[in-house]
């Protein structure tokens, strides 16, 4: 089993930034994919970024390339993501997520999910 705790959330206004920690615990090991996915109201869960614990390119959705980074820290076992230029539209519920060997856009490469934290991003 897998834990994450997912904290940083908040409300922020249009063009400003917010950091967002997911702390892991359990049996976690190099070998896991780590992530964030979100999910606006009335609307499904969507892929934001993930990276894997062991090292490599890190992969973004779209939407977020160029103002969202996505970093690990394998000692904390924590992931981070730095969200910068932050638009209304980024306001969604982020998950923190961690699959085996690697998470990609597909919500059936997720075994474990955090609960959640809010952003909200006011015009």
């Known amino acids: 089993q897998v834990q994450l705790v997912e904290s940083g959330g908040g409300l922020v206004q249009a063009g400003d930034s917010l950091r967002l920690s997911c702390a892991a615990s359990?049996?976690?090991?190099?070998?896991?994919?780590m992530g964030w996915f979100r999910q606006a109201p009335g609307k499904g869960r969507e892929f934001v970024a993930a990276?894997?614990?062991?090292?490599?390119?890190?992969n973004y959705a779209d939407s977020v390339k160029g103002r969202f980074t996505i970093s690990r820290d394998y000692a904390k076992k924590t992931v981070y993501l730095q969200m910068d230029s932050l638009k209304p539209e980024d306001t969604a519920v982020y998950y923190c997520?961690?699959?085996?060997?690697?998470?990609?856009?597909?919500?059936?490469?997720?075994?474990?999910w955090g609960q959640g934290t809010q952003v909200t991003v006011s015009s």
């Open positions: 990276i894997v614990w062991s090292g490599g390119s890190p």
């Open positions: 997520a961690a699959g085996s060997p690697m998470l990609t856009p597909a919500l059936g490469s997720v075994g474990y």
């Open positions: 359990g049996r976690t090991s190099s070998s896991y994919g």
